[in-house]
């Protein structure tokens, strides 16, 4: 089997990355420093796919260590790099933690991989590079402006890290994947989003308003210029994420291609924050407080994928319904309070 280093694999996205490679037949080995996810996470993929995922300790950003676990797996074929702090608010706080921390992993592991003959990378990206797009949907090819947070400025100093690193003649491939809203928990409840402290994102804030946990959900702006006036963003299901992510090995690994490709992975629809309120409603049979106040800074008003290149070039398309997204988002809340996570 194919060994696929995940970093970052016990967190949201690359949890349930993990499994939809195992599914697919690849041998996942995750590489974690722990700082926003547990190694019960590892637990739960086995549970899910009947296979126990190898899993390390370990900080990227630590070269040392990092090659260690190279060296101790000899043959990894590819990596998918989701190792990273990913807070867009924290990040304008403490911003030389966030270079240090997702720029220096990625150096680490562009600097390894020729020495152990890895032969590509899938690295997480994000729409953020895109801005507030002046035309919506976003392709590929819209322009990347400059970032409002070191967060979205950390990805597209990866990208062009990435991508200076093969002009220089690196023997490596990369693939990057800019995500657009990734939102949901795996159907069996056993792996979902389990965000530190008070949720910054949207719907873990709306599932844990539902629960009883937060008293309401603040919707940031209705006097956007949007149909109903609050912000559009592109949810995209977490598993149908993942399963992109097993398409870009796939590719990347056993295709003749361009040395570095971008893909868009979203749904291509535009939903509002209070229509997103009302599906969930419609989806749970559960009524949510919710009061308007002002805009958050930082804020865009509306950016949502085209995300035809995935479709066509990837063999992707986002397939679940956003109704089955939110209710198992709500099923994963339900089962963190059986368990007494949450
Ligand atoms: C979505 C919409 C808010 C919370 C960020 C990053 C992106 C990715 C996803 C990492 C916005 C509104 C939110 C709340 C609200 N992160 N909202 N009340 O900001 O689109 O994207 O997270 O990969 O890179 O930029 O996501 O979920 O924070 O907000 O009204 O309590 O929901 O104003 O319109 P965002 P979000």
Redo the contacts with the bound molecule.
């Keep these: 089997m194919k060994k696929i280093l995940v970093t970052g694999g016990s967190g949201y996205i690359g949890s349930h990355t993990v499994v939809e490679l195992q599914n697919a037949g690849y041998e996942p080995i995750i590489i974690d420093k722990l700082s926003n996810s547990t190694e019960a996470v590892v637990d739960r993929i086995e549970r899910i796919s009947g296979k126990r995922p190898a899993f390390e300790k370990v900080d990227c950003c630590d070269l040392e260590a990092t090659e260690a676990v190279f060296k101790k797996y000899g043959d990894i074929e590819a990596i998918i790099h989701f190792a990273a702090y990913?807070a867009?608010g924290e990040s304008c706080s403490i911003p030389l933690d966030y270079y240090r921390n997702n720029l220096v992993s990625l150096i680490n592991l562009l600097t390894l991989m020729p020495k152990y003959g890895v032969k590509g990378i899938v690295f997480s990206s994000?729409?953020?590079v895109y801005g507030q797009p002046e035309i919506v949907p976003v392709n590929e090819k819209s322009p990347i402006v400059p970032a409002n947070c070191p967060?979205?400025n950390t990805k597209q100093i990866c990208e062009e890290i990435i991508r200076d690193t093969i002009a220089s003649g690196s023997p490596i491939k990369s693939i990057l994947l800019r995500?657009f809203?990734?939102i949901g928990a795996h159907p069996s409840s056993l792996i979902g989003e389990l965000p530190n402290g008070v949720p910054?994102?949207?719907?873990p804030?709306i599932t844990q308003t539902a629960i009883g946990i937060r008293k309401e959900?603040?919707?940031?702006?209705d006097d956007y210029n949007t149909r109903d006036g609050?912000?559009i963003?592109d949810y995209i299901d977490v598993v149908d994420l993942a399963k992109a992510h097993v398409l870009a090995i796939g590719r990347m690994l056993d295709k003749e291609t361009e040395k570095v490709e971008v893909f868009n992975l979203g749904t291509g629809n535009g939903t509002t924050?209070l229509e997103l309120v009302k599906g969930f409603e419609e989806a749970t049979g559960v009524k949510l407080n919710y009061r308007i106040v002002g805009r958050?800074a930082g804020?865009v008003e509306q950016v949502y994928a085209d995300c035809t290149k995935a479709n066509e070039v990837l063999g992707w398309k986002a397939e679940t319904p956003l109704s089955e997204t939110l209710l198992n988002a709500w099923k994963w809340q339900l089962k963190l309070r059986d368990e007494g996570i949450m």
């Design positions: 990913k867009v994000s729409c953020t967060y979205g995500y809203n990734p910054l994102n949207l719907v804030y959900l603040s919707v940031f702006g609050s912000c963003r924050v958050r804020d």
